[in-house]
């Protein structure tokens, strides 16, 4: 099974996809992570990327794209994987679906996390991080006993840059102007299945599994001739 997880940041796709990764022993594919580790391990694409980086530039799609190649290619994605971030953009899902129509897979299902603005707004920006171990919590779900200290070392807490309230809604405008089109083309392909993601975490993990398991019974009877 080749799934794509969509949602706008705060929608929980992290959390999911590392979930679904577990119970269906897929591998989880973070595009971002994926390109971090080309350019660290300066690999030839990575290579290629961190030109454009260096520019200030996007790195190009195809780049992105030969990046997530390489990594399905590896034994543990013979039975499918989890992309988590990419693509973004209707030009990167078309560059995508050539590149897996060129090995001869496609993709399966694609989720879309759909939550309200006010909800994105208060996971991301009552996100608190140590700055001395890492440790995360949140001022409404997961708060510190003393506030702006870490239980663990004692630490102050912070707040990313990322998760200031006017970078959050910059941030859900453009993700919005940019998925649009995206969505309308998984739809029309007949792949897109929205889940709820306002509901707490285990439900949106049971729906998914459902999703999942639907569609995998559907391809055996096909399979098999039956429909």
Request: glycine share 8%; aromatic share 6%.
């Amino acid at each position: 099974m080749r799934i794509v997880f969509l949602g706008p940041p705060g929608a929980g796709k992290g959390t999911q996809a590392e979930t679904l990764s577990k119970e269906k022993k897929l591998p989880h594919i973070s595009s971002g992570n994926l390109l971090r580790e080309s350019v660290e391990n300066d690999t030839e694409t990575g290579k290629k990327a961190q030109q454009h980086i260096n520019k200030g530039q996007l790195v190009p799609d195809q780049i992105v794209v030969d990046i997530i190649r390489e990594r399905i290619l590896k034994n543990d994605c013979k039975n499918g994987f989890i992309l988590d971030g990419f693509p973004r953009t209707l030009s990167q899902a078309i560059v995508l679906d050539g590149m897996l129509k060129d090995l001869g897979n496609k993709i399966d299902i694609v989720f879309y996390f759909a939550i309200s603005k006010e909800s994105i707004v208060l996971r991301l920006s009552g996100r608190r991080i140590c700055a001395i171990c890492g440790a995360n919590y949140h001022v409404k779900y997961v708060p510190s006993l003393k506030d702006g200290i870490c239980d663990k070392c004692g630490g102050k807490l912070y707040q990313r840059t990322d998760d200031k309230l006017e970078t959050v809604l910059e941030r859900i405008k453009v993700y919005h102007e940019q998925t649009e089109d995206l969505i309308n083309y998984y739809k029309k392909n007949g792949i897109l299945k929205e889940i709820e993601s306002e509901s707490n975490v285990e439900s949106i993990t049971e729906n998914i599994l459902k999703v999942i398991d639907n569609a995998s019974k559907s391809a055996s009877f096909v399979n098999l001739g039956v429909v």
